[in-house]
Each structure stands twice: as structure tokens, then as C-alpha cells.
């Protein structure tokens, strides 16, 4: 037996996130014009123009924007930064787009730029498995994120990928509505010479940072380490840009061997950089069937009702999994970013900005999630098998006792319950990232304020607070709760959604925690 969420409380979280995530970072400026012939789908073709690479000056703050908080070296990495130059292409749509995702685009512009690269990489090349993550980065904050560098990390880190965040958008450079004017107004010195024309041409700097990863003219920024695998990466707003990227410039451009797609919705990005032109976008906005990589798509529950309309088979070339019990933004990207962003941004580090005395952050499986899907992506994309596909979340239904959506990938968080874990959560007087935090219940056995997880208003008397499960109950013995982890974790891993050592942390969690009896 389920309970039904109330779908103006799903509904209006998933809007919410389509808004803040695909909106705020867009720019609408452009160059002038210049008609090209159209583009046809087809297989992919090495296109993307090969920009110079130069290092940047040390600048007044002697670091780049975000700048690893913590000590890489103690990984064996290192970073790096370095500026690419050249001219860039815009697109406009050619021929009628539709929800198929079969986009076929013509270059309408062209501009001169400069962004920037920060690199990650490992210092002893040996250690280096061969691919390289580029990371579209996350403007929605109104200044540059990292999102999926944060939720995999540990992977990134411990199997030796090289990792590279791409300053893509104007905002980013140029600046927006945020206190921090772009890398330009933050460190002048270092940053002045940055030259950004407008998002229409986002795209096709993406590309060519890939294409200065694989021939660079000038130093090369991960220090003559040899490329096997390229894979673009997005989240949140970076993800409906490259849900785009993959349908209509991948086709263009062949830079790219595979592509991540984390918490993208049912609409996907303008391909002309103009915020309004969202309205103009197919909807739904599916993923074309003949894609030329493996693209994998992984969304949070938080994402699912804004994303469900663009549900679609998986292919030989796409595989879709959405996670029960995580959050578009969690406690454990906040936590491991938040050091990184505060070293930067200071206090005008974006926030959540919760209302005081609201449910802590979502504190669920995500990361796992990723890593598993990194690893599966990158062996794919090399020729491996197809990575499993999942069954569909019901992130409207909820079991009665436990507070959990229904279906969906159910890592041992959820399978083996010790909280709720949602990823929505009551936004009243709240910031405008909140709702992207989901929430977490820890069971006491009592009905505390946030435990009336039903409601949209949690005064509203149609759902009273639910009797939470005991614990005691639920797992008799310590040794019980251990036994069923252990099994959940053994699962996860066997179906491919759990990395084996991420199941040994779970496991190894479960036997130090007193839970039981």
C-alpha cells in the first residue's frame, strides 16, 4: 500500500528546478550573423575548430576560481588552469525540431572568445586509466560550480580519471545578477583578458575544449597524459544544455566519446543561447535515437517529476536511471563543495538558504549513484557492454510507513531504511535553492514538525505527521541490521548499481554504527 505525494508540492519543486537550473545562467548576447549550410545528423565528424592554449597570469590572488579546498596532492593530483582562444560558431536551428531529439542545426554566427580550463589530473601519468571527464560548469548560482566533480570524486579520484571544468557560459565569465561579477570582477589581474560573446556560442566552446585536450596548440593542459576516452559531463542547468549538445552538436563536432547527463527535465536548452527561446523548445525533449556515443542520463528523485515526460526506451546508446532517496543537491555535495566555493566565493557563495528550523539536507546514495554510472559510462564508451537499465521511480507514491518513494533504483539507503529520505521538501520561506536539497527524517520514534512529509504546507490537517518506524523494531539485533546492509549492498552491486568498494564503505558503515537492538 502507497500514499500519493501531492502533485502540486512534486509539481511545483520540479518547476522550480527547471526555472532556477535552466534559466539563471543564460545569456542572450551575440555577434553578427553568418549563414552557414545546415548540418545533417549523421556520424559523427572532428569539426570543432582547435583553439590556442595559454597559462594564466598568477593574478592578485595567486588561485584560480574554485580552487580545490582540499589538498589534492595527497591523492596524487594536481591542478592546473589554462586559457583557450580562437573563434567561435553559433547555431540556429535548420528543418523543424521535434521532441525525437533529431536536431539538425546551421552555423549563424561567428565570434572571437577566450575562456578558461581548470585542470585536475594525476601527477604520475601511470596512474592516469586513460579518460577525461569535462565538466560543463553549473551557472546557475549566478557564478561557476562543479556540481559532478562533487558527486564523483571519489571515483574521479581513486581510479586515476583526469578531470576538466569548462567555463562555457558568459555569466560565468562575464558575470550576472550575482554579488561576484564572473572570473573577470573576481581576480581582474588574472581574468581581464576573457572575452565572452554570448551563450549561443557556448556550444561550440565546449567543443573546442575538448579539442584542446585531444590536440593542443600550445602547453598542453594535462601535461602529456594520453587520451583513450572523452566523456562531457553536466548537471542540473549544464545537463538541458548537454541534452542539446548531444542531440543536435555532437553530430557537428565528434569531440566527445560519451556523454553524462545528471538531473537534466523534460525541456531541454535553446540552442540559441536566448533564455526566452526555452518557450520555443520542443517539449518534451527526448534524446534522438540514433545517437553516434552512449549517453547516460541519472536523475535524483527531486528531478523525476519534471523529467518524466521525457521518459523513452533505453537504447544501445542511452541508458536512464533515476535513484530513489536522493536530491538534486545534497548534504554530500554541500558538504565536499561547500570548502571549495567558500575559498572563492566567500559569502557570496550561493546557499540553500532553508528556512530555520526546516529537515536537514537530503543525505542519501546519490554520489554512489554517480560513481557506478561513471564507471559503467567510461567502460562503454570503450567499446564495453551497455550498462543495466533500472526500473522507473514514483516519486508521487509513498510507502505509508517508511515515508520513501516507490520504485526506482533502491541502493541499501533505501532498501534498508534508517530515515526518510526525499527530494523534495516544504520550501515556505525558503531561498530559491532549497527545494533542490530534498530532505532527510532521521526515526526517533517521535513526530517531529518536518515529519508531516505529505504536505505542502505542513500546517494543512488533510496529512498529519505519519508515526514514524522504530528502529528497534525494524532491525531486532545490531547484527540483523548489519546482515540486511550487507545483502543490499550485495545486490546493488550485483545489478551494477553500486560500485563493490562503495559497497564495502556501506557495509563497513553498517557494522560502526549502533543501529539494532
Known sequence: MSVRLPRRWATATALGAVLVTTLLGTSAAQAGPVQGDPVQAGPARAEAANPTVTVPPAGSRGFPFLAAAEDLGSFGYTESEYFIAGTATSYSKSGLWGSDGRWNVRASG??????????RRPVD???FNGTVVVEWL????????????????????????????????AVGVNGGLGEIKGLKGWDPARYGSLVHPG?????????QAGQALRTPDGPDPLGGLTIKTLLGDGESQSAGLMTTYANAVQPVSGVYDGFMVHSNSALAAPISGDLGDILLMPYPSRFRTDLSVPTFV????TDVPGASAARQPDTDRLVRWEVAGTAHGDQWAYDLGGPTVTRSAGTAAPQPDCAAGSAPYNDGPGHYAMNAALHHLTRWAQGGPRPASGPQLNADLRDPATGLAVGGIRLPDVAVPTRTLTGARDTGGSGVFCGLYGARDPWNGDTDP?????????????FPPRAEPVLSRLYPTH????SKVRAAAQASATAGYLLPQDATTVVTAAEQSDIGG
Open 125 to 127: 601519468a601511470a596512474r
Open 199 to 207: 551563450d549561443a556560442f557556448a556550444y561550440d566552446i565546449f567543443s
Open 110 to 119: 561567428r565570434a572571437a572568445y577566450k575562456s578558461r580550463l581548470l585542470v
Open 450 to 462: 518536518w515529519d508531516r512529509h505529505d504536505a505542502a504546507d505542513p500546517s494543512d490537517p488533510a
Open 138 to 169: 553549473n551557472v546557475s548560482g549566478q557564478l561557476e560550480l562543479s556540481p559532478d566533480y562533487w558527486f564523483e570524486r571519489d571515483e574521479l579520484l581513486r581510479e586515476g580519471y583526469a578531470w576538466v571544468g569548462v567555463s562555457a557560459q
Open 479 to 482: 547484527e540483523d541490521y548489519v
Open 298 to 301: 541519472v536523475l535524483t528523485e
